[in-house]
């Protein structure tokens, strides 16, 4: 099994998207095994976005970033970073596929809803400024055996 790590972003949750967004994973056999509300600190939003620190968009990022509440989601299934941009879509929501989160609900690319890891070091490192190994949870999903 695989892992991955995403944020609903601000408006996100402002918008009243998250029970639709998480049922997006769980309908496709993911399973949630991580799953914080919090209201992310400035050391959180720069640790996060460390990488892209000095590029145009940062400043802005980092604000609505910490504007509102976000959700932190560590999710587990079989190609899990895959299957969940799949999900998820093209950063760009001009760009994202039409049924994807972005491609469905998102306008901007700095308010596109939903953060998603895209490659494995990404997911621990992100995942571990927001969750201690004791907050993993693993259990048996009832449709693991059909995935």
Not at 14 to 41: A, D, N, P, S, W
Not at 58 to 67: K, R
Request: hydrophobic share 40%.
């Amino acid at each position: 099994m695989e892992r991955t790590f995403v944020i609903l972003k601000p408006n996100a949750v402002r918008r009243g998207l998250v029970g639709e967004i998480l049922k997006r994973f769980e309908q496709r056999g993911i399973k949630i095994v991580g799953l914080k509300f919090l209201k992310m600190t400035r050391e959180q939003a720069e640790k996060l976005y460390e990488p892209h620190k000095g590029k145009q968009f940062y400043d802005e990022l980092l604000e609505f970033m910490l504007s509102g509440p976000i959700v932190a989601v560590i999710l587990e299934a079989p190609r899990c970073l895959e299957l969940v941009r799949h999900i998820v879509g093209a950063t760009d929501p001009l760009k994202a596929e039409a049924g994807s989160i972005r491609g469905e609900f998102a306008l901007t690319v700095t308010k596109n809803l939903i953060h998603a890891s895209d490659s494995t070091d990404n997911f621990i490192r992100e995942s571990s400024i927001f969750f201690s190994p004791s907050e993993i949870i693993d259990y048996y999903l009832d449709v693991q055996d059909d995935i």
